[in-house]
């Protein structure tokens, strides 16, 4: 008998099982994303193995760019459907995360054109250790 199945587990243990943050592990939970057996004698948080499952599905869709919100999104879709397949609910929420990654990336390849087109027109400045901004307090038509 596996005894890490049969005994709860405090919010500690989980922790170190999942490698998810206590931190994180709290919000999960205070979110109904994930239950607890209760309270120990200590006023430990505790869970069982299905709390392991839970962690990993939530991590799962993190890994896809899904929020938190969005996770309890879907949780409640599932919950109100009365067990009903949430299929298109998720593949929806996948769709806006989608989104939001093209959104990030199309950003950040909009800050390596700028690094482009900056180190195109400073080349010689750059390769020479010494840059002058326009308006600079310091002088450096001094330094010319």
């Keep these: 008998m596996d005894?890490?199945?049969?005994?709860?587990?405090t919010v500690g243990e989980l922790s170190r099982r999942t490698g998810v943050s206590v931190?994180?592990?709290r919000e999960y939970t205070d979110s109904?994303?994930?239950y607890t057996l209760g309270r120990s004698p200590a006023n430990y948080r505790l869970y069982d193995a299905d709390a392991l499952w839970c962690v990993?599905?939530?991590g799962e869709l993190r890994s896809l760019g899904l929020t938190v919100a969005e996770i309890?999104?879907?949780t409640a879709a599932w919950a109100?459907?009365?067990g009903k397949p949430v299929g298109s609910h998720l593949a929806e929420l996948l769709h806006r995360s989608r989104e939001r990654l093209r959104q990030r990336i199309a950003a950040q390849q909009?800050?390596?054109?700028r690094i482009e087109k900056f180190e195109t027109e400073h080349e010689a400045d750059l390769a020479e250790g010494d840059l002058c901004w326009a308006g600079d307090p310091r002088g450096c038509e001094l330094r010319a």
Excluded: N
Aim: aromatic share 4%; no cysteine.
């Design 32 to 34: 109904g994303l994930i």
């Design 72 to 74: 309890r999104e879907l």
């Design 3 to 9: 005894t890490h199945r049969s005994r709860p587990m």
């Design 23 to 25: 931190k994180a592990l």
């Design 110 to 113: 909009q800050v390596l054109e």
């Design 56 to 58: 990993r599905f939530i």
């Design 80 to 82: 109100d459907g009365d």
